[in-house]
C-alpha cells in the first residue's frame, strides 16, 4: 500500500462518533546523553480515534510512543491514560515513580506492537498468544487459546495456530504479533513502523487488519509512513520535526493543504515514491 494505490474508501464513509480523551499528553519532554529528543510535546487521543504519527527518522515519532508505553521515562511533563498518571503518584503537589510493579499493571491498557515481531521462537503461534493472558492475566488455558483462535481468526490466520514463527513469512509474523497484543485486551494500540521489515507484497496484509481494527474502533497510534494507511484510516495525521508537532489535521486537509513549510517539504519527497 502506498499514497498512490492505497484503498480510500473509509474516507468516503460518514464521520465515527469519537468518544471521550483517553490519552492526555501535557509539555513531554525527554532527552538522550543531553540531546532533547521530545520539546513540550502534548497530544490527546480520543477513544476510537486513529491517530497517525508522521515524520522523518529522528523526528521523535517512536520515542513518544515509547514514552507513552513507559518504555522511556519521560524528563517532564504528564502522560494519562484513562485519566490515570502514568509512571507516577501525586501527593501534595510531589510526584513519585511509582514502583515497578505498578508500573507493569498500567503498561497492560496499552499494546504495543513493533517494527521487529518479537515472538518467542520456541513457542508455537497459539502458545505466543496465550503465554501472557495465563501469566499475567490469570486466565484459564482453554479460555485463553479459544480467545487466541478467535483473534487468529480476526486476523486471518486461522490456520496457523501450531505453527512456529520460524515457519511464518514476516508478514503471518507480524499479524499473529497484532493478536498477541490484543490479547491482552488494551484500551489502546501502539504501532510502531509496524511493517517496515516486511517485503514490500506482506506489507498489504498487515495495513488490512490494521484498517479493519480502526472500522471497528480500536483507539490507536500509528508511526507509519506508509501514507496510504494515513489516508484510509486516520482520523488525524500529525507531523513531527525535530521533537515537536508541527502540523495537524484530517487526512484530506494534511495531504491537499499542508499548512507548514515541515509538511510540505515532508510530502513531497514522500509522494515520490
Known amino acids: ?20 480523551p483517553i490519552i492526555v499528553i501535557e509539555d513531554v519532554r525527554k532527552s538522550f546523553a543531553g540531546l532533547e529528543v521530545l520539546k513540550g510535546v502534548s497530544l490527546t487521543v480520543r477513544q476510537s480515534e486513529v491517530v497517525v504519527l508522521a515524520g522523518r527518522s529522528g523526528s521523535g515519532k517512536s520515542t513518544l510512543l515509547r514514552c507513552i ?8 511533563g ?44 520456541h513457542l508455537t503461534v497459539i502458545d505466543n498468544i496465550t503465554v501472557s493472558p495465563i501469566k499475567v492475566l490469570k486466565r484459564k488455558r482453554e479460555e485463553a487459546r479459544a480467545e487466541a483462535r478467535a483473534l487468529l481468526a480476526r486476523v486471518g490466520l486461522p490456520e496457523k495456530e501450531n505453527a512456529y514463527p520460524r515457519q511464518l513469512s514476516g508478514g503471518q509474523q507480524q499479524r499473529v504479533a497484532i493478536a498477541r497484543a490484543l490479547a491482552m485486551k488494551p484500551k489502546v494500540m501502539l504501532f510502531d513502523e509496524p511493517t517496515s521489515a516486511l517485503d514490500p507484497e506482506m506489507i498489504a496484509e ?14 490507536m497510534i500509528v508511526v507509519t509512513h506508509e501514507m496510504g494507511f494515513a489516508r484510509a484510516a486516520a482520523d488525524r495525521v500529525l507531523l513531527m520535526h525535530e521533537g515537536v508537532l508541527v ?27
Do not use: W
Open 69 to 76: 508505553d513507559q518504555l522511556e521515562p519521560i524528563d517532564s
Open 1 to 20: 500500500m502506498n499514497a498512490d494505490t492505497a484503498d480510500t474508501s473509509v474516507a468516503s464513509e460518514p464521520a465515527k462518533t469519537l468518544g471521550e
Open 206 to 219: 498487515v495495513l488490512d487488519v490494521m484498517v479493519d481494527l480502526s472500522r471497528q474502533g480500536m483507539t
Open 247 to 273: 502540523e495537524e489535521a484530517t487526512p484530506e486537509e494534511f495531504f491537499t493543504n499542508p499548512q507548514s513549510a515541515e509538511a510540505r517539504v515532508f510530502l513531497s519527497k514522500i509522494l515520490r515514491h
Open 78 to 121: 504528564t502522560i494519562r491514560v484513562g485519566g490515570e498518571l502514568m509512571g507516577f503518584r501525586e501527593k501534595d503537589g510531589k510526584r513519585t515513580p511509582l514502583p515497578d510493579h505498578l508500573v507493569a499493571r498500567q503498561m497492560r491498557q496499552l499494546g504495543m506492537v513493533f517494527q521487529n515481531f518479537n515472538l518467542f521462537p
